[in-house]
């Protein structure tokens, strides 16, 4: 696959530049103010002062970051970082004293499913082997439930699996109660499917959520039963025909590994070349910019690069 800076499948808006993101983090400790141009700012205050964050708005012009400049200088800030979206012109972060960051928060790269492509379409961009997965979980007999704004019980099943996939594939796993906030706010745009076998018993999940023509592959979990009848490629395959016949134009991934940022994808590698098997276009997203407003930070700034 061919890496994408620009993308006929870019989305209305990012999931995290969303009001219901805002209202969710919100819950997790953090404030938000919307600019005059929709740019979402988030921000969270310690006893050393302000960390803000910007991630993915659709474009920053040099009169967005005046503003939201003017607006955060106000709250004491150690530094403001920008993750930028497809298509960010760079001189412009750059030109207003923006540097590179070697840390990003989201996903750095990540692939994007058509859901306007037909279902055929959607069907040969398959890989071979992964038509042989699907395939595979069919002849077991396994059976796919979608819950559209799951209750708890299903969603503690699901995380108890997730956990266990965790473990095993060294990746970190939010707390529940995470999960639990994000069905509370997105509602009827969260969904989760399930995978059962023939004897009722879970063997994968896959949790979303929907913005707009956007749905986001948040997270997802495989028993060890359903690592060997390959329940996870159904699932997915299920889930891309679900969402589709709902309406949504672009299913994003969520994540693959990146080699401008090793250390923090070198577990990736396993769910990514899972991914990968479905086609879609690979998105590589520019890298975070920071500017540091801290006097401490901004002088060791010029001979090291900070972790942030």
């Given at each position: 696959m061919e890496?994408?800076?620009?993308?006929?499948?870019?989305?209305?808006?990012?999931?995290?530049?969303?009001?219901?993101?805002?209202?969710?983090?919100?819950?997790?400790?953090?404030?938000?103010?919307?600019?005059?141009?929709?740019?979402?700012?988030?921000?969270?205050?310690?006893?050393?002062?302000?960390?803000?964050?910007?991630?993915?708005?659709?474009?920053?012009?040099?009169?967005?970051?005046?503003?939201?400049?003017?607006?955060?200088?106000?709250?004491?800030?150690?530094?403001?970082?920008?993750?930028?979206?497809?298509?960010?012109?760079?001189?412009?972060?750059?030109?207003?004293?923006?540097?590179?960051?070697?840390?990003?928060?989201?996903?750095?790269?990540?692939?994007?499913?058509?859901?306007?492509?037909?279902?055929?379409?959607?069907?040969?961009?398959?890989?071979?082997?992964?038509?042989?997965?699907?395939?595979?979980?069919?002849?077991?007999?396994?059976?796919?439930?979608?819950?559209?704004?799951?209750?708890?019980?299903?969603?503690?099943?699901?995380?108890?699996?997730?956990?266990?996939?965790?473990?095993?594939?060294?990746?970190?796993?939010?707390?529940?109660?995470?999960?639990?906030?994000?069905?509370?706010?997105?509602?009827?745009?969260?969904?989760?499917?399930?995978?059962?076998?023939?004897?009722?018993?879970?063997?994968?999940?896959?949790?979303?959520?929907?913005?707009?023509?956007?749905?986001?592959?948040?997270?997802?979990?495989?028993?060890?039963?359903?690592?060997?009848?390959?329940?996870?490629?159904?699932?997915?395959?299920?889930?891309?025909?679900?969402?589709k016949g709902?309406?949504?134009?672009?299913?994003?991934?969520?994540?693959?590994?990146?080699?401008r940022f090793?250390?923090?994808?070198?577990?990736?590698?396993?769910?990514?070349?899972?991914?990968?098997?479905?086609?879609?276009?690979?998105?590589?997203?520019?890298?975070?910019?920071?500017?540091?407003?801290?006097?401490?930070?901004?002088?060791?700034?010029?001979?090291?690069?900070?972790?942030?």
């Open positions: 890496v994408f800076e620009y993308t006929k499948m870019k989305p209305e808006l990012d999931i995290r530049q969303s009001d219901k993101w805002a209202k969710y983090l919100g819950r997790m400790g953090w404030e938000s103010h919307r600019t005059s141009s929709g740019i979402n700012i988030y921000f969270h205050r310690t006893f050393l002062g302000t960390i803000i964050k910007i991630q993915k708005p659709l474009s920053v012009s040099k009169k967005d970051i005046k503003e939201i400049e003017d607006f955060c200088v106000k709250l004491k800030p150690l530094f403001i970082k920008i993750e930028p979206f497809i298509g960010q012109e760079i001189a412009v972060l750059e030109e207003c004293g923006y540097v590179k960051s070697e840390v990003a928060l989201t996903p750095p790269s990540t692939i994007y499913i058509d859901l306007t492509k037909s279902e055929n379409e959607l069907w040969e961009s398959i890989s071979h082997s992964g038509k042989y997965s699907i395939k595979r979980a069919q002849r077991e007999g396994t059976v796919t439930r979608f819950y559209q704004n799951p209750i708890k019980d299903k969603m503690g099943a699901y995380f108890e699996m997730v956990q266990v996939t965790g473990k095993r594939k060294h990746f970190y796993v939010q707390p529940m109660v995470d999960f639990e906030e994000k069905v509370k706010i997105f509602g009827k745009e969260c969904h989760l499917v399930l995978s059962y076998d023939t004897e009722g018993k879970l063997l994968s999940g896959k949790f979303y959520l929907c913005h707009r023509d956007m749905v986001l592959y948040s997270t997802g979990g495989t028993s060890e039963k359903g690592l060997k009848t390959k329940a996870g490629y159904e699932l997915l395959w299920k889930s891309i025909l679900y969402f709902l309406g949504y134009k672009v299913l994003d991934l969520e994540g693959r590994d990146d080699p090793k250390d923090a994808t070198k577990n990736w590698g396993g769910f990514s070349h899972f991914k990968e098997k479905f086609g879609g276009e690979n998105i590589e997203f520019p890298h975070p910019y920071i500017k540091y407003f801290n006097p401490v930070l901004k002088f060791f700034s010029k001979f090291t690069n900070l972790p942030l």
